[in-house]
């Protein structure tokens, strides 16, 4: 006797309300509150508690459409995305300032009207942002994948808090990069390569992508190679561009900092060989990827997620906005501890100190990273060899 196929709409719409219920408080909260507040918002009892109700509904919501593949819940999880940004827009969040500032937004920065204007900053983020989002139904189709997954990154809390309210820019970069890999797959390789070379002049953590852009384009990516190092020169020669402010100490990082602690106890204690031999592994394991595996262009957003991700691993500073691109290519693995990186980002503000990245400690950082670390070995090992990779 056939089994009834269950339906996602029951749990998708307690989920969708119970979520729009706690960004609306989130709002009130921000509205009534804000102005006599003297921390960060992210360091309040009320923001873990609100933190860990959304992202309970976001589990639920992604359990939920599992086996779900209909234009109708996709078209509703598109629309429900968009009214969770609209609610958290009217927030006035006062997060820390960025360390790494590219190109493009050192221009938008430059502009009178844009500077003095943060909802044109919003604007800009919340406009890329949804973007990245509309091609993502087309790439997971691309992928084998039901679109319906397009909510795993829609959805998810972490994106309409660093995009939508905190208005960080990495969705830009994020859209020319997705942009970039569509027209690869869609056979439009110059397109791709001019729309690559962009995204190398608006963000620096495209670039972790450029084995795979350079597997795919060939020769063509010479072409985004030049237009991101002319925009970077640019500003740099005009002195526009300060890269003295491209690291702060190691806030936020993982296993970088765990690396040199390390060989400081037990081999050396210059930082050079740990920096060094993490970097040269992640190249290796990239490289490899890329150029010996060769994905198809439907896998390509799957191996964009190692790239970008084993990069944060690595890096010495990793901030909470950073892992927006994470969010977005975890909908291609099949493997949810990407998923926990983004649920517990928030954990860095507690470094931020008397104005500045400060207090970052091995106990903050194994409290952030270990339930990461963990989901993402667990999902691993609990896969088949057939499947593993991603």
Known sequence: MPTKKRTPWLRLLLAA????????????????????????????????ALWAGLFLLYVIAIHSIRHASGKGETMF?????????????PIQLTSPPSTIVGPLELTLQSLPFFESSMWL?????????????????????????SPTWTLVYGWNPLVIKEAGAGAHLEPVGLLLLVLAIRLVQKSSDMRAALAFGASL?????TATSSPLMIGTLGARV????????????????????????????????????????????????????????CFGVWLAVVLYRAFWKRPEPGKIPGEALLALGGFLMISPQV???????????AAFSRNPGWLVFTA?????????QNGQWSGWSFWLGFLQYFPAYFALIFGWLGRSEKSRGG
């Open 344 to 352: 517990t980002a928030p954990l860095t503000y507690l470094a931020f």
């Open 319 to 329: 901030l909470p906005w950073h892992f927006i691109p994470v969010a977005y290519f």
């Open 77 to 89: 999880i598109l629309s429900v995305a968009l009214v969770f940004r609209a609610t958290v827009l």
């Open 201 to 205: 002049a608006g963000s620096l953590w």
């Open 17 to 48: 309300t119970g979520a729009e219920v706690l960004y609306m408080s989130w709002a009130w909260f921000d509205l009534a509150h804000r102005p006599a507040s003297t921390m960060l918002f992210e360091q309040s009892p009320f923001f873990f």
């Open 121 to 145: 900053e919003k604007a800009l983020a919340i406009g890329t942002d949804i973007g990245a989002l509309a091609i993502a139904p087309a790439l997971l189709k691309a992928a084998g994948l």
């Open 222 to 277: 010479i072409v985004s190679f030049l237009f991101g190092a002319s925009a970077w020169a640019y500003f740099y020669l005009s002195g526009a561009l300060d890269l003295s402010l491209a690291m702060t100490g190691s806030v936020g990082g993982s296993l970088l900092p765990a690396s040199v602690g390390l060989a400081r106890t037990f081999v050396t204690r210059d930082p050079l060989y740990p920096v060094v031999l």
